[in-house]
């Protein structure tokens, strides 16, 4: 693969005006396929992370590599179109246009991947299945529960297959049952293959999350767990124990990781563990 | 890194799809600001509109009439006096090879009155005229009552009345007496408009003979009225002074009566400048609705603005997809604007039974101006929007 890190950071930092250091020098790499969460309390500078990881900023010093792109060298355009065809985001607000249809939201997001309407639509209506909301693409965002529109959001996110999924918080707005109906959805996506960072400052999420990464006052204070492994059991959800004693052989953390590509599972290997899945 | 990063470009229907959903959430506020450039639009199609139809009216009008009449009138001598027309003048016409027909009308120092009671000074501002029997063919006029002079009335104390003339002395029917030179003439008929020779309508006519015998006619014609071909009248006007008096040709005056009304024509088409300035002042006002709209628009939706530059729209698409919005609330404001613009026309024209014309520039023209204040009105937005940081527009809440 000529592409060994989908995230690549190293030194970077992030001063704003008024002389506030957001990171103070943080290395991180990112494999493809795993599934970790950026965890820190608020102001530790995780959403700076996200703003670094999802190119919507650039650093103050310091290297961000994106599915190989060094983001220094590109051009406001050329990092539209990284963000376009390599990022999905997941926001803790759903940011779904109101009065359109879940098909045409999920639709929306392959907009400016230069994808033909038409192939928008088959592809938005494939993610939706993959999101377990195949039956409701017409609905629009108000006549869904928060869940299924965080669902939805996730759908839009993965619609184009990018190599990383960046959720924000992606439970912050919703009861722990709509958030654990969202975590599993994006269970089984790291199952089928999918990168996915989290950024969240819930422990309880963290917990649940293969590979930990903690940030505090710019730094990244601990980074454990093995990404690739498949997640423990969804938290606050009944009868999520059995999932977790399935999985718990995989997680044993892996200290002072930078990560690395080689212990990578093949697609097919993690599907199959993943066949256990609570989703119905 | 021989991998190349370049983003898509938005297919024109995209654009338009995309800046029609910003349009499609807010619909109260679309349509009051679109209401303001419809009016501005509308007030000048119908200012157009309007004067075109009246113009449209004048030209069928001078169709319908023909613009080969020619009048021929004494003019002044050397001295300045006023001069004559022989009286062979006619006869003369007539032989002019494109000539089709040719009349005369000639002064007569009298006055009409209904009675010999009514003093000589009343005379209701209308002339007495002799004229030629074939004039009535010659000005294509008609009689609304009674007939035209023929070989047997025209040597009788016969008259027949302008339209105009009638309506001044109170007859509406023949076979009335009224006073002229001193003696009773009966009115055989009473013509009908005559829009090319509206001298005639203020007229009361009688034959060139009991003119001369009874009311001192001396059979000088005052004007000649001659129809040629359409392509000769150019022609015979050159030649007409030559023929009506060659000995004196300087003393004739030619003109051609439909001149007048293609000036009138020309005038109708010359639009009120005010109410036209007026329209441009409600368009201006109705392109800065626009622009205010679409300031609101922008910062309610910076959120949307993150998400988009997010999901991988460059500056240039978001830039692009605020200025389709304020293009098409525009456009929109411009069709409404033209409808009831055409609409306004149509119901005064059918109003003054006037043909409606709404000139296709016209519409062109108002659909063009709503283009360019939608542009004008959209770019500053659009800046702004495209301007926004991503991480700044994902943090609003």
């Known amino acids: 693969m000529s592409v060994p890190y989908v995230v690549e950071l190293r030194g970077v930092t992030k001063v704003y005006a008024g002389d506030v250091q957001a990171l103070r020098g943080v290395d991180l790499t990112v494999a493809g396929g795993e599934l970790l969460a950026i965890v820190g309390p608020s102001g530790s500078g995780k959403s700076t992370m996200l703003h670094m990881i999802g190119t919507l900023d650039r650093p103050t010093s310091g290297t961000v590599r994106i599915d190989g792109f060094d983001v220094a060298g590109l051009s406001d355009r050329e990092l539209s179109a990284l963000r376009g065809r390599s990022l999905g985001f997941v926001f803790q607000q759903f940011h779904l246009a109101p009065g359109v249809s879940a098909l045409d939201n999920v639709a929306e997001g392959l907009l400016y991947t230069g994808t033909p309407r038409r192939e928008r639509r088959e592809r938005a209506a494939a993610a939706l299945e993959r999101v377990g909301l195949g039956h409701r693409l017409a609905h629009k965002p108000h006549q869904l529960s928060g869940g299924e529109q965080q669902r939805v959001a996730v759908a839009r996110a993965v619609a184009g297959d990018p190599p990383l999924l960046l959720a924000d918080e992606p439970t912050g707005n919703l009861d722990s049952a709509a958030g654990a109906e969202v975590l599993s959805v994006l269970r089984d996506l790291h199952a089928a293959g999918t990168t996915i960072a989290v950024i969240t400052h819930d422990a309880e999420i963290a917990e649940w999350c293969p590979r930990r990464v903690r940030v505090r006052d710019g730094r990244i204070v601990d980074d454990a767990g093995n990404g690739a492994d498949p997640p423990a059991g969804v938290p606050g959800r009944a009868g999520s124990t059995a999932d977790a004693a399935d999985q718990a052989d995989g997680s044993a953390d892996v200290p002072g990781r930078t990560g690395s590509a080689a212990d990578v599972p093949g697609r097919a290997e993690r599907a199959a563990a993943d066949i256990t899945g609570s989703r119905t | ?397």
């Open chain 2, 1 to 397: 890194m021989t991998r190349r990063l370049s983003p898509s470009r938005l297919a024109p229907s995209d654009v338009l799809r995309v800046g029609a959903a910003g349009l499609r959430a807010r619909p109260t506020r679309v349509i009051l600001s679109a209401l303001g450039i419809a009016i501005g639009i509308a007030t000048m199609i119908a200012v157009i509109g309007i004067s075109s139809s009246s113009r449209e009216e004048l030209l069928r009008q001078l169709d319908r009439l023909g613009t080969n009449l020619l009048t021929v009138s004494p003019g002044h001598t050397l001295f300045g006096e006023q001069a004559e027309l022989p009286t062979t003048a006619v006869p003369m016409v007539r032989r002019v090879g494109p000539v089709y027909t040719a009349s005369a009308t000639g002064s007569i120092d009298t006055t009409i009155r209904r009675t010999d009671r009514i003093p000589a000074a009343v005379t209701g501002g209308i002339s007495v005229q002799a004229a030629t029997t074939e004039l009535l063919t010659t000005l294509e006029g008609r009689v609304t009552k009674g007939a035209w002079l023929n070989a047997a009335t025209e040597r009788q104390p016969a008259v027949v009345l302008g339209s105009e003339a009638a309506k001044r002395l109170g007859i509406t029917r023949i076979g009335v007496q009224v006073w002229m030179g001193e003696r009773w003439f009966t009115v055989v008929g009473i013509l009908g408009p005559m829009p090319l020779a509206p001298e005639i309508e203020r007229s009361a006519l009688v034959g060139f003979p009991v003119a001369e015998r009874l009311l001192g006619f001396d059979g000088h014609p005052s004007k000649i009225y001659e129809r040629s071909s359409e392509e000769s009248v150019e022609t015979v006007r050159d030649v007409l002074p030559r023929t009506v008096n060659p000995e004196n040709p300087q003393e004739v005056e030619v003109s051609r009566p439909s001149d007048a009304l293609a000036a009138r024509a020309a005038a109708a088409g010359a639009f009120t400048n005010l109410l036209l300035g007026l329209g441009a002042v409600a368009l201006l006002v109705g392109g800065v609705g626009v622009a205010n709209t679409m300031v609101i628009s922008v910062l309610e939706r910076r959120r949307e603005i993150g998400l988009r530059r997010s999901l991988g729209a460059t500056r240039g698409q978001v830039r692009i997809q605020f200025l389709a919005e304020s293009l098409l609330l525009s456009a929109l404001g411009g069709v409404v604007g033209a409808v009831l613009g055409s609409l306004a026309t149509a119901g005064y024209a059918l109003s003054r039974g006037l043909p409606t014309v709404v000139p296709p520039w016209a519409i062109g023209g108002a659909v063009g101006a709503t283009l360019v204040i939608g542009v004008i009105a959209g770019i500053y937005p659009a800046m702004r929007a495209a301007r926004l940081s991503p991480t700044v527009a994902l943090s609003t809440t």
